[in-house]
């Protein structure tokens, strides 16, 4: 089975800065695209950003130069760096991985971690 443990949320002042990783447990399984999404009270989850095994990272608008996303593929694991948080970005953040597993590509979700911006 595959399982994603999230950590690095936590409550952030508008205009400061958080960390996310996201690590995989994996056996023998082939990690394609990795990323990050968000769904904030009330919203549907939304896309934040993705990266390929090869590092080319895709970013919603709302986070383009301001988040930036990387992965260590030795670690199966993928992080999130935040700047300049913005109180809009409050949302629990959920990591995600399309794994070949049993025969077939399936998406995994890992459990979610609060991101608070607030002063």
């Known amino acids: 089975q595959v399982q994603l443990v999230e950590s690095g949320g936590g409550l952030v002042q508008p205009g400061g800065s958080l960390r996310l990783s996201c690590a995989a447990s994996?056996?023998?399984?082939?990690?394609?695209?990795m990323g990050w999404y968000r769904q904030a009270p009330g919203k549907q989850r939304e896309l934040v950003a993705t990266?390929?095994?090869?590092?080319?990272?895709d970013y919603a608008d709302s986070v383009k130069g301001r988040f930036t996303i990387s992965r260590d593929n030795a670690k199966n694991s993928v992080y999130l760096q935040m700047s300049s948080l913005k109180p809009d970005d409050t949302a629990v953040y959920y990591c995600n991985a399309y794994v070949w597993v049993r025969g077939r590509w399936s998406d995994y979700w890992g459990q979610g971690t609060q991101v608070t911006v607030s002063s």
């Open positions: 990266i390929s095994p090869g590092g080319s990272a």
């Open positions: 994996v056996s023998i399984f082939s990690i394609n695209t």
